[in-house]
């Protein structure tokens, strides 16, 4: 089975441009998480969907970031404009939300991002 | 909020001895803890789950335990080999109504010596 996919790998970009990530959760999970990972921060949640609607965005670090779900199998995190101190690594994970029980997240393989 | 302390933040061990990660939560209603393994340059992986109904799981050479009471679970690692050097996180699942929300400690870097 295909698990997470996320593109790109790698993105190189100047500041100030628009950078668009993407990532498709694995088929019939129905919640989706982006993170952020730096040396100095970790690992942080920056926002999560359940069933596309989103539920929690208080990681979000700043207006410039945002995300969007349009449909199960599709989700985008967006920075605009880009900076310098955004350059890290993005992982989107998805899991299955129901039944009453708490089930692992899946990682995708991440998006290193630099800012130049 | 849900806050989770990983302890320690590096750890060195010798091939074939044991290695002992913490982790303690504030949530008292949390309910479901993974353990996730990031190799360098990797995505974190799975490697072992316990939810609040039980004190103990293991496989092969890995046990995570749970003390509710003390708020408190551990990863255990025996037998431990070079390729098990890796970044370890523990995660709690935040709070109640199952959202499925983890919140994440800081990460242990487990370093093992042939």
């Known amino acids: 089975d295909a698990g997470v996919i996320q593109s790109p790998r790698h993105e190189v970009t100047e500041m100030g441009q628009e950078v668009t990530l993407r990532c498709k959760p694995i088929s019939g999970h129905n919640s989706l998480f982006w993170y952020r990972q730096t040396m100095m921060r970790g690992l942080e949640l920056l926002i999560y969907f359940n069933n596309n609607v989103p539920i929690d965005d208080s990681g979000m670090p700043e207006d410039r970031f945002s995300a969007k779900m349009p449909n199960a199998s599709f989700s985008t995190l967006k920075i605009q404009p880009s900076e310098p101190r955004d350059s890290a690594v993005y992982f989107c994970?998805?899991?299955?939300?129901?039944?009453?029980?708490?089930?692992?997240?899946?990682f995708g393989d991440g998006t290193r991002l630099s800012i130049l | 909020g849900e806050n989770v302390e990983q302890h320690p933040s590096t750890l060195s061990v010798q091939e074939g001895d044991s290695a002992v990660i913490k982790c303690t939560y504030s949530d008292s209603a949390s309910n479901y803890f993974p353990w996730y393994k990031q190799e360098l340059g990797k995505r974190p992986q799975l490697i072992i789950d316990?939810?609040?109904?039980?004190g103990e799981k293991k496989d092969q050479r890995i046990a995570v335990t749970l003390n509710k009471t003390a708020k408190h679970f551990s990863l255990h690692i025996t037998e431990t080999q070079p390729e098990d050097s890796a970044v370890y996180f523990c995660a709690a699942a935040s709070g109640s109504g199952n959202t499925g929300k983890l919140i994440f400690g800081q990460g242990t870097t487990l370093q093992v010596k042939p």
């Open positions: 316990i939810r609040s109904n039980v």
């Open positions: 994970a998805s899991s299955l939300l129901g039944q009453g029980l708490n089930q692992p997240q899946h």
